[in-house]
């Protein structure tokens, strides 16, 4: 794949899962939120693709009551 931009995964649900400290909305660890923008389009890549199999290992998104942290 070209190094060509990489869309954020951000979607505007920012709040830390009070269990896994991952964002609920996108799969992100806040590290990997820090990382995004210096990160190389290949690393931006291994980041979409960890956080998709999150997001699908936890299956449908519990309500957002349990969020420790907005951000």
């Known amino acids: 794949m070209a190094d060509l931009d990489v869309e954020s995964p951000c979607n505007g649900t920012c709040a ?6 991952l964002c609920i909305g996108c799969g992100r660890s ?20 960890a956080s998709a199999k999150r997001k699908a290992a936890r299956g449908p998104r519990a309500p957002v009551t349990g969020a420790s942290v907005t951000f």
């Open 16 to 21: 830390l899962d009070a269990r896994t400290n």
């Open 30 to 49: 806040l590290g990997e939120i820090a990382e995004w923008g210096a990160a190389t389009p290949e690393r931006q890549r291994q980041i979409l693709r």
